[in-house]
C-alpha cells in the first residue's frame, strides 16, 4: 500500500484550523451564555466549574516543562504559569477569575474550596493533566492547540455579556481582556512547535487525534454542566438533592 504523503505545513495548519468546528463555543450551554438566555445560576454554576480548569493550567503547564529538555523552549513556556500564578507585585488569570466569581455573585471562599465542582468536570480536567504529565512534551505542548480558537471565544464574552448580564459587575471582565493577546501569543508559540515536529502523516493525524481530545475535554465539561445546571440532573438526583460527590482540591 502506497504511504500517504505529509501535509504542507499550510495545509497541516488549515487542517489543525478547522477542528474549531468542533470548540466548545458550539456547545449549546455556551451558546445558550452568549444569546442571553443561561440563567444565573447556569452562569455561576460554569464560573465555578471552569475555575477547576483555571488552577489546573499552571500544573498542566509546569508538567510540560518537566519533560522538556530544550531551554529555549522552556524559556518561552514559563510565560504561560507566571500568566495564571502571577507574579508578587501583580495578580494572574487565576486571581482575574476569582474576581469574575465575585462578580456574578460567588462567594470566593466556596469557589476557592472546590465544592463546587461537578465531578464529570472534575474527571474531563484530570484526564488532561493527566495526559500532560504522560505525554512527550511535544505532544503535551500542541495539545494546548485549541487556543487557535480562544481568541474568538473571549472576544464573543466581552461582546454580548454586557448586554445580556448587566447584573455581572464590569470587574469581572478583566480576564478576558487578558486572555486576548497572551492567547494570541501563545498560539503563535504553539504553532512553531507543532509545525516543526509533526512532519509525517502518520504524526500530524496523531497531533490532529491529540487536538480533538482536549477540544473532548472542553465539550464533556460542558456537558456536566447541561446536565446539572439546564436539566437539573446533577449527579445522584434520583437519590438526593444533596451535593454528595468527592470535592477533594489541591492548590
Same mark, same amino acid.
Given at each position: 500500500?502506497?504511504?500517504?504523503?505529509?501535509?504542507?505545513?499550510?495545509?497541516?495548519?488549515?487542517?489543525?484550523?478547522?477542528?474549531?468546528?468542533?470548540?466548545?463555543?458550539?456547545?449549546?450551554?455556551?451558546?445558550?451564555?452568549?444569546?442571553?438566555?443561561?440563567?444565573?445560576?447556569?452562569?455561576?454554576?460554569?464560573?465555578?466549574?471552569?475555575?477547576?480548569?483555571?488552577?489546573?493550567?499552571?500544573?498542566? =503547564?509546569?508538567?510540560?516543562?518537566?519533560?522538556?529538555?530544550? @531551554?529555549?523552549?522552556?524559556? #518561552?513556556?514559563? &510565560?504561560?504559569? +507566571?500568566? /495564571?500564578?502571577?507574579?508578587?507585585?501583580?495578580?494572574?488569570?487565576?486571581?482575574?477569575?476569582?474576581?469574575?466569581?465575585?462578580?456574578?455573585?460567588?462567594?470566593?471562599?466556596?469557589?476557592?474550596?472546590?465544592?463546587?465542582?461537578?465531578?464529570?468536570?472534575?474527571?474531563?480536567?484530570?484526564?488532561?493533566?493527566?495526559?500532560?504529565?504522560?505525554?512527550?512534551?511535544?505532544?503535551?505542548?500542541?495539545?494546548?492547540?485549541?487556543?487557535?480558537?480562544?481568541?474568538?471565544?473571549?472576544?464573543?464574552?466581552?461582546?454580548?455579556?454586557?448586554?445580556?448580564?448587566?447584573?455581572?459587575?464590569?470587574?469581572?471582565? =478583566?480576564?478576558?481582556?487578558?486572555?486576548?493577546?497572551?492567547? @494570541?501569543?501563545?498560539?503563535? #508559540?504553539?504553532? &512553531?512547535?507543532? +509545525?516543526? /515536529?509533526?512532519?509525517?502523516?502518520?504524526?500530524?493525524?496523531?497531533?490532529?487525534?491529540?487536538?480533538?481530545?482536549?477540544?473532548?475535554?472542553?465539550?464533556?465539561?460542558?456537558?456536566?454542566?447541561?446536565?446539572?445546571?439546564?436539566?437539573?440532573?446533577?449527579?445522584?438526583?434520583?437519590?438526593?438533592?444533596?451535593?454528595?460527590?468527592?470535592?477533594?482540591?489541591?492548590?
Amino acid at each position: 500500500m502506497k504511504q500517504a504523503s505529509a501535509l504542507s505545513p499550510a495545509e497541516f495548519e488549515q487542517a489543525l484550523r478547522d477542528k474549531g468546528a468542533y470548540y466548545h463555543i458550539h456547545h449549546p450551554y455556551h451558546v445558550a451564555m452568549h444569546n442571553g438566555t443561561a440563567t444565573k445560576q447556569q452562569i455561576q454554576g460554569w464560573v465555578a466549574n471552569r475555575f477547576y480548569y483555571q488552577i489546573n493550567i499552571p500544573m498542566k =503547564d509546569a508538567a510540560i516543562m518537566a519533560n522538556c529538555p530544550d @531551554r529555549e523552549v522552556r524559556r #518561552h513556556w514559563i &510565560q504561560r504559569l +507566571l500568566d /495564571h500564578d502571577g507574579l508578587p507585585d501583580s495578580e494572574g488569570g487565576i486571581e482575574a477569575w476569582l474576581r469574575l466569581a465575585e462578580a456574578v455573585g460567588l462567594d470566593r471562599d466556596q469557589v476557592l474550596s472546590g465544592e463546587l465542582v461537578l465531578p464529570g468536570v472534575r474527571f474531563a480536567v484530570d484526564a488532561y493533566v493527566n495526559f500532560a504529565r504522560r505525554a512527550s512534551w511535544q505532544e503535551a505542548a500542541s495539545s494546548s492547540l485549541t487556543e487557535l480558537f480562544a481568541p474568538h471565544i473571549h472576544q464573543s464574552r466581552l461582546e454580548a455579556w454586557p448586554t445580556h448580564y448587566p447584573w455581572i459587575e464590569q470587574s469581572g471582565y =478583566d480576564y478576558f481582556r487578558t486572555r486576548l493577546s497572551q492567547a @494570541r501569543r501563545d498560539v503563535e #508559540h504553539g504553532l &512553531q512547535i507543532t +509545525l516543526a /515536529h509533526y512532519t509525517s502523516y502518520e504524526q500530524q493525524q496523531r497531533m490532529l487525534e491529540i487536538l480533538q481530545f482536549k477540544l473532548d475535554v472542553l465539550w464533556c465539561m460542558l456537558d456536566a454542566m447541561s446536565m446539572a445546571y439546564e436539566l437539573n440532573r446533577p449527579p445522584y438526583h434520583s437519590v438526593t438533592d444533596q451535593p454528595v460527590w468527592h470535592k477533594g482540591i489541591s492548590l
